[in-house]
Every structure is written in C-alpha cells, then in structure tokens.
C-alpha cells in the first residue's frame, strides 16, 4: 500500500460516500402476480416516504403511510403496518389480503439525499456564498 503525497488528496472528496440509488416510485402500481412480487413491492413501499394505497381482495382500500412490515413464512403469517390517512389508529393487513398496491402520495424523501445536499452546498461555496451549512428544509 502506497503512502499518498502531501497535497494530492481532495478531503472534501473523502466527505462524500456513494449512496444507495433510490428509485421514483410515485405513481407507480405494480404487479402482484405473484407472493414474491408481493414481497418485493412491499418492501419498496416500505421505504417509500409517501402514502401508498391497497386495495384489499375484499374490495376495501386503505391509504396511508408504511412504517412496519414482518415477513413471516407465508403470505398468511406476514402482515404490513400503516398509519392511515384518515383515522389515527394503527391498522394491520396481512399480505395475503392484498390485491393492489398503489404508489399514491408524494414521496418526501426524493431528492433530499446526502449527495443532493452536497451538491447544492458546494454550488453555493463555488458561487462564494457565506453562512452555508446544514440547514433543513421547509416542508411544504
């Protein structure tokens, strides 16, 4: 292993860390043909930052925002936990009841990530900005 030379490392380089790529799900409805699709979706729903909307197989749809889910052995043994929009108690569905799943809400977290801000940040120190630091954003 080499020793680097005084002066060749950027350490504002060194702040940055490649992040995960986060996908742009609003909108989006997917598939659920099969119990690993069910899986799959409701794992992306889980990390979205926006309501979501099922549609139960009884014809009944609830909305709102994903905060837990426990995979169990089967569709039957594993439920997703939810704060309804309307309400304020915590509802349960298991998976096996769910027909749809739809990306309905504004996802929060889009463009808020590590690299976003750090990119606005060093835009405004290249501009010559003063007072620039972590500051956390309006929401709406």
């Known amino acids: 292993m080499s020793v680097p030379q005084r002066g060749t490392v950027n350490p504002e380089e060194l702040e940055l860390a490649p992040g995960r790529e986060r996908e742009n799900l609003e909108g989006w409805i997917p598939e ?14 889980f990390d979205f930052r926006g309501d979501v909307t099922l549609t139960l197989k009884n014809g009944e749809k609830v909305e709102g925002y994903i905060f837990d ?4 052995h089967s569709l039957t043994d594993s439920v997703v936990r939810l704060y309804p929009k309307t309400g304020n108690q915590k509802i349960s569905v298991s998976y096996a009841d769910i027909a749809a799943l739809a990306f309905t809400g504004k996802d929060t977290a889009a463009g808020k990530s590590w690299e976003a801000w750090m ?5 405004k120190k290249a501009a010559g900005e003063k007072n620039i630091g972590l500051q956390p954003e309006a929401l709406e």
């Open 32 to 45: 659920l043909a099969s119990g690993e699709e069910i899986r799959a979706a409701l794992e992306k729903a």
């Open 119 to 123: 990119k606005k940040y060093n835009e």
């Open 69 to 72: 889910r426990r995979t169990g």
